[in-house]
């Protein structure tokens, strides 16, 4: 994404039909419209996208520890970061491939285990950490110095993208992606936080071309969240220029996502706080470790309506966006399709395991899945920094129902879905905005994302 403005005009409906998957259309064939790559074609892989950033060797570099001493509760110091950055954003796992390729796995889900998300910490007065934007290397386990001291007060993480790891498989729609994987990385953060006693919230509205400048984000990279991890002002202001680092090469543009974006960052300068509700499942690091995306389900076996009720309960998402439930062996719910409402599940039309499969893209989980787990809104967001928040909390949603399911020994797996058979299949006589899915139920075999040994640079307690 490295023409410097878009020549497209965008508002989020726009976008989100434009990257909408249609029973008529083969998922991969793009909608006829200029405004989308006609002549894009996904997941060659001679350009696969390059999974981790990298700078020069000469830049000043801080390991992390690998067993972090007892949280304090007064203010992030190193041991709270090197925790938080590994439980939110850290290598697992590894996997040596056929081809010599090592297989990473990290400690948030990712679609197609593509990871689009690069961490910073913008420190101010932590102990054992030298003021200065430092970037988060997951498969070192360590912290480089990019940028001069922030301005501000409050230690915070900015939480950056990178549109080409993600859209080098789903196109226009990898951005729709690369929300939902901020998203489960900030769930597991403000949880990891939370875990260390410290008062962390979320930021989603701010400058984006002053957060950009703070952490050194070319235009293949873009903010998406600020985490200040104590109160005051954040220290996310920038006193310098901070160093770029490589991305890797063959990045492609998509002058959809660059308006999108750029439509959304026009509308930074008011501030949004937002804070995610403990979530009673810990310990975390265990969670962590044992948490990965089922590969199969067993359509045999039922889970509990009071299991598939605490789950939900768990994503702890905002008014306006609502939860539906394709029950197919949940115990005490006949099989059908539900809304679900504060006072439980109201049917609102039948669901079978064919049409469960059809309307998850002919995926196998979504039709073996005990339930499939909808996150959607009466109707897009009119406003871009808004349609970017709607699919953020669906990602932080996603990631709290992972650690929840994982908690409760359910396998759980982030699916896709075809956007023109969501109303009916949900039971709406209107048009719904389809954010997240994800499918729950048991597994065959521990539900863990890869294999391998422990990779190098986990924490071990």
């Not at 790559?37 to 001679?46: E, K, Q």
């Not at 993208?161 to 226009?172: I, L, N, Q």
């Not at 990891?192 to 962390?200: I, N, V």
């Not at 209107?430 to 048991?442: D, F, P, Q, T, Y």
């Amino acid at each position: 994404m490295t023409a410097p403005a878009a020549d497209v005009d965008i508002i989020p409906a726009e976008f989100h039909r434009l990257t909408s998957y249609d029973a008529d259309r083969h998922w991969a064939e793009p909608v006829d419209d200029p405004r989308v790559r006609a002549d894009f074609i996904p997941m060659r892989p001679g350009r696969r996208p390059q999974p981790f950033k990298s700078y020069p060797a000469h830049l000043e570099r801080l390991e992390l520890a690998r067993e972090p001493g007892s949280a304090t509760g007064t203010g992030p110091d190193a041991d709270d970061l090197a925790a938080i950055l590994f439980l939110a954003a850290g290598v697992v796992r590894y996997r040596d491939e056929p081809d010599g390729r090592r297989t990473y796995f990290r400690a948030a889900s990712s679609a197609g285990n593509l990871h689009p998300i690069e961490v910073f910490v913008c420190a101010r007065g932590v102990p054992g950490l030298p003021d200065g934007v430092w970037h988060y290397g997951p498969r070192e386990h360590q912290l480089t110095r990019v940028g001069p001291a922030p301005r501000g007060a409050a230690t915070s993480l900015v939480l950056t993208g990178v549109p080409w790891r993600t859209c080098w498989k789903y196109a226009e729609r990898g951005y729709r992606h690369l929300w939902w994987d901020c998203g489960t990385v900030l769930a597991q953060a403000l949880c990891a936080a939370d875990e260390r006693g410290l008062d962390a919230r979320y930021l989603t509205r701010f400058d984006d071309a002053a957060v950009a400048r703070l952490v050194g984000a070319t235009g293949d990279e873009v903010p998406l969240a600020i985490v200040p991890l104590a109160a005051g002002q954040p220290a996310v202001e920038p006193s310098g220029p901070a160093i770029a680092g490589d991305l890797g090469k063959g990045i492609e543009d998509f002058p959809l996502i660059r308006a999108i974006h750029a439509a959304g960052g026009q509308q930074g300068r008011s501030v949004q706080v937002g804070r995610a509700k403990p979530l009673p499942a810990g310990p975390l690091d265990q969670l962590v470790r044992r948490r990965g995306s089922a590969r199969r389900f067993d359509p045999t076996v039922h889970i509990g309506e009071s299991e598939l009720r605490r789950l939900i309960d768990a994503t702890d998402l905002p008014p306006g966006i609502r939860v539906h439930v394709l029950a197919h062996a949940v115990t005490g719910l006949p099989a059908a399709a539900y809304r679900w409402t504060a006072t439980g599940p109201v049917p609102t039309g039948p669901a079978d395991r064919a049409a469960s499969a059809a309307l998850c893209l002919g995926q196998d989980l979504g039709r073996d899945a005990s339930a499939v787990v909808f996150f959607v809104a009466d109707e897009v967001p009119a406003g871009a920094r808004a349609y970017r928040e709607a699919l953020l909390a669906a990602g932080i949603g996603l990631g709290r129902l992972y650690l929840a399911a994982t908690a409760y020994g359910i396998g759980c797996s982030g699916l896709t879905f075809v956007d023109s058979m969501l109303p009916e299949a949900l039971g709406e006589s209107h048009s719904v905005a389809g954010l997240a899915v994800a499918g729950l139920g048991r597994t065959p075999y521990r539900a863990r994302s890869g294999g391998g040994p422990a990779a190098p640079t986990a924490l071990s307690r």
